[in-house]
């Protein structure tokens, strides 16, 4: 009985996750149109350096992200502070900024590829580095 208990509350949390990474996604396709529309306009419109284009589209995607999350994703925080769950989910968001931007130049100079190319591998990765790292440390 116990162990039929512990293994429906495992089951239950599994299925959290799996619906929270779900609508985490959803956020974040949508900020990642944010991300990467902007992107496209400040480098081929604006011309813009591809990094500082990178880095301000980031920016603005995040900020599309923190909002979108707070209402639909992550229901319960840890932190009662609204500003100070904002400084917290921002600096996650800058370490994702740091990492996105360190993959897009490896990818784009070292490896030759187009930025937008680039940009798909570092989304791709930073995606799954913002969801736990923001789980864990603001809505666990």
């Known amino acids: 009985m116990f162990i039929k208990k512990i293994t429906n509350k495992l089951d239950s949390l599994n299925l959290h996750i799996l619906i929270e990474l779900f609508s985490y996604g959803i956020v974040s396709v949508l900020a990642l149109a944010v991300d990467c529309g902007g992107l496209l306009f400040l480098k081929e419109e604006l011309h813009l350096n591809y990094i500082t284009a990178a880095t301000i589209s980031f920016l603005l995607g995040l900020i599309v992200n923190y909002t ?24 996650v968001g800058l370490t994702g900024l740091i990492l996105n931007d360190i993959i897009i130049w490896l990818v784009t100079e070292k490896l030759a590829l187009f930025y937008f190319i680039s940009k798909i591998i570092a989304t791709a990765i930073v995606f799954f580095w913002n969801f736990f790292l923001r789980k864990f440390l603001l809505y666990r």
Request: overall charge positive; glycine content about 4%; hydrophobic content about 45%.
């Open 68 to 91: 979108l999350s707070r209402k639909w994703v992550f229901k319960k925080t840890q932190v009662k502070n609204q500003f100070t769950e904002f400084l917290v989910f921002g600096a």
